[in-house]
């Protein structure tokens, strides 16, 4: 078999013909150093990447890829905290330069890698402020985005750092009411930053909506029904059973449709305005 029919039969490859665009879920430093990512990049159709601190923390405690830099930076830091930023920053401006040439082939659409602020800032919007425009400019790479949590707190944050002009993830997703918000939260950041900028297309974000976490939640409160139901219920509910996160999935995405359509996005679209994707995350099956 050649490389081009190899090609040819790659599934991932082949979801660009239905407008869809794989990432990564994960970042560990053998990935960069071993010139896998890149492989990933050349020949599987890998368009982006998505890093958080937990995938950060099963890298570190994997092997000893980060063994020399931990010894070499430990005593130039006050903390833990200090020490994994120093880590993550490298990581994610390495893999964002792999990354660069799906950026520029795409015209700015994929090719982007995430790094998250800190949790614990989830519920204050100032501070995650803060926090965003710091990372931003300490990774200094176009084709970074800033993940942010779609807490109350996190969606003016979004607003805000769009009408700044960072790219933003927006993460932890679940319901329809909080992504409608998200969505709004976005075109209205564009709108501002619109205000001072005639062309748009350098502003980009994901909305990263959950999916099968839907469903481990709602699977076992419909198991605990089906303990006491019978007849049209019980069938009711069985059909039910993994199920409720993909029907979630499919009105999120009508939601999108719908909120990027239109006069008002029109304006912005005008200008190169990119549509806040849906990321479809957690998309392993946990049962």
Do not use: C
Request: proline content about 2%; hydrophobic content about 40%; overall charge negative.
């Amino acid at each position: 078999m050649t490389a081009s029919t190899k090609t040819e039969q790659n599934p991932l490859q082949k979801l660009a013909e239905y407008g869809q665009s794989p990432w990564f879920d994960f970042i560990k430093r053998d990935l960069i150093t071993s010139g896998e990512l890149k492989r990933l990049v050349d020949e599987e159709g890998l368009k982006g990447m998505t890093s958080n601190p937990a995938i950060f923390e099963k890298a570190l405690s994997a092997g000893d890829d980060y063994k020399l830099f931990i010894v070499k930076n430990a005593e130039s830091v006050k903390n833990a905290v200090e020490l994994y930023e120093l880590i993550a920053i490298r990581d994610i401006q390495d893999a964002a330069d792999i990354l660069r040439s799906v950026y520029d082939e795409t015209n700015k659409r994929d090719g982007y890698i995430s790094l998250e602020v800190s949790p614990s800032l989830a519920n204050d919007t100032e501070m995650t402020l803060v926090e965003a425009r710091r990372l931003w400019k300490a990774v200094d790479r176009s084709n970074l985005m800033i993940k942010v949590p779609a807490t109350p707190e996190g969606i003016p944050a979004v607003q805000q750092l769009i009408s700044e002009g960072i790219n933003i993830n927006v993460t932890l997703l679940f319901s329809q009411d909080a992504y409608r918000k998200i969505a709004e939260s976005y075109i209205a950041g564009l709108e501002k930053y619109a205000d001072d900028h005639d062309d748009l297309s350098s502003v980009a974000s994901v909305a990263s909506f959950f999916v099968s976490r839907i469903d481990s939640l709602i699977d076992s409160q419909i198991q605990e029904k089906l303990e006491s139901a019978d007849g049209n219920e019980r069938k009711l509910l069985e059909g039910l059973l993994g199920k409720v996160a993909i029907a979630n999935a499919k009105v999120a995405y009508q939601i999108y449709q719908k909120m990027f359509t239109g006069e008002r996005w029109e304006k912005l679209a005008e200008k190169g305005a990119q549509t806040q994707r849906i990321l479809w995350a957690s998309t392993g099956t946990k049962n």
